[in-house]
């Protein structure tokens, strides 16, 4: 594919700054059982070429679902004149320098190949989880759904961009419903398709698998005679699965510059977040550090160069609460005149880079589980992420929790139904006051973070560890 593509742009004939041409061909798999039963079981494939022209600064777009060379120079020649149409009412004037050349090659960690397990092996393993998930007649529904994705990606440019990437996903999950008259709960593996990594089926398979579906299914049956959870303000523990949420809807949406410069407000909204906050802004306690991550093996968003070539590196978005950059892509930079990182990413062939998160992590501190949950009179602890709503601005939010339990007396006690918390993002980070080590940090991901015009659904990743938050709202749902 490589030498096509570099033999194509070597014979485009259009006067432009810079060209760039990413072509993506994208396998993957869905396969889905309820109650035992196979739902789904598909496979899909997708191919396809974008080729991006810089034209008197102005970034023109042109995408095909051929790799043939007459209909990739068709496309380029689109995007040429794309940009010289749009070039009048150019926001800013860009250079090739939001568009480094690029060398690398990537592939995701694998140790149990896709192809080692056959659809009838994978079906079997799903329809044993909701038998697994099934410890009671109260539980009425059971689900399991295993994805992959196989996606390789090739790029190459005027100015000498030559990578490739390989990357490799999984993306399971499996929950119960259980009903006792009007009460109704769902208990989930830490969330739909939360366990969403790069690598092969030993992401998925492993001793412990059985018997989390197990206790999956007996916490959907616990809740079924839970208390409600009480409406009171208190200290809030949040396990990693949740973190995941808050970190994703009150951290990355607001840090990214294409929202702060307005880009996204006719669809995915603004930020509260101000240009000249970078710096400036005491976003939380001294205790929150948060990164953008790319290079850790097996999370969701890893790459070694984002859509544009950008290298990718470890960067600080907040260090010791105090807000540093920004999730934004040389374009963006270069507008607002602000650091930023590699984030520049498409989810498919047909969409251009936009700003986006990837890997965005809470670092961990120096408290063990114990000692969280220890020096706590009266809290409440909370898993798994039910439901969310969060302003346009990304500062006043409402989560729901799957499964919650009572903090007395330094001991998590009886768990609760209906776990709701609120704030406003500033306020609750703030209100960080204990974070856990190492040991406590976990990573999840998930598939469909939702952004752009025409929509792009693309895979992040995020790792926190167990964190305790002072005088939160909670309350329950009944």
């Not at 008197?56 to 020649?77: C, H, K, L, T, W």
């Not at 950008?310 to 374009?331: H, V």
Request: hydrophobic share 35%; aromatic share 8%.
């Amino acid at each position: 594919m490589n030498p096509e593509l570099q033999q194509v742009l070597s014979q485009l004939d259009i006067p432009a700054e810079w060209v760039g041409m990413r072509a993506v061909r994208q396998a993957s798999t869905y396969r889905a059982v309820r109650d035992e039963q196979p739902q789904e079981n598909h496979r899909g494939l997708e191919q396809g070429v974008m080729v991006e022209v810089m034209a008197q600064g102005q970034m023109g777009y042109g995408a095909v679902n051929s790799f043939q060379p007459d209909a990739i120079r068709a496309a380029a020649e689109t995007a040429y004149q794309q940009a010289i149409a749009a070039s009048k009412w150019r926001i800013f004037p860009m250079t090739p320098a939001v568009r480094p050349p690029v060398t690398e090659r990537y592939a995701s960690p694998v140790q149990k190949p896709l192809d080692t397990l056959s659809p009838g092996e994978i079906s079997e393993i799903l329809v044993r989880l909701c038998q697994s998930l099934k410890v009671s007649e109260a539980i009425v529904r059971t689900s399991a759904v295993a994805v992959t994705e196989d996606i390789d990606t090739w790029f190459v440019s005027s100015n000498g961009s030559d990578a490739y990437e390989k990357l490799v996903l999984t993306e399971t999950h499996f929950g119960a419903t259980a009903q006792d008259g009007a009460v109704v709960q769902q208990r989930s593996n830490n969330g739909f398709l939360a366990h969403s990594y790069q690598g092969g089926w030993e992401r998925f398979l492993g001793a412990p698998l059985w018997e989390r579906a197990e206790q999956v299914g007996a916490q959907a049956l616990e809740l079924l005679a839970a208390g409600e959870c009480p409406t009171t303000t208190t200290t809030l523990v949040l396990a990693p699965d949740q973190m995941m949420l808050q970190i994703h809807e009150s951290i990355g949406h607001p840090l990214e510059l294409d929202r702060i410069l307005g880009d996204e407000r006719n669809y995915a909204g603004g930020s509260f977040v101000k240009p000249e906050d970078f710096g400036t802004l005491t976003y939380g306690s001294p205790l929150m550090n948060v990164t953008f991550n790319p290079t850790i093996a097996g999370e969701f968003a890893s790459y070694r160069f984002d859509a544009t070539g950008a290298p990718a590196e470890t960067e600080y978005l907040i260090r010791e609460g105090q807000l540093m950059r920004g999730l934004g892509s040389l374009e963006s930079q270069a507008r607002l005149g602000l650091p930023g990182v590699a984030c520049a990413r498409a989810s498919s062939w047909n969409r251009p880079p936009i700003d986006r998160m990837a890997n965005l992590n809470l670092e961990p501190g120096t408290d063990s589980l114990e000692d969280l949950i220890g020096g706590i009179e009266s809290g409440v602890y909370m898993e798994a992420n039910r439901s969310w709503s969060i302003d346009d601005q990304r500062y006043k939010f409402q989560f729901g929790c799957e499964y919650a339990r009572k903090i007395e007396q330094g001991k998590l006690t009886h768990s609760l139904r209906n776990p709701n918390y609120r704030g406003t993002t500033l306020q609750f980070w703030r209100s960080l006051a204990k974070v856990g080590r190492a040991d406590t940090w976990e990573m999840y991901g998930t598939p469909y973070c939702g952004k752009g015009e025409p929509n792009q659904a693309i895979r992040v990743g995020h790792g926190a560890p167990v964190c305790v938050f002072d005088d939160i709202e909670v309350f329950g749902g009944g």
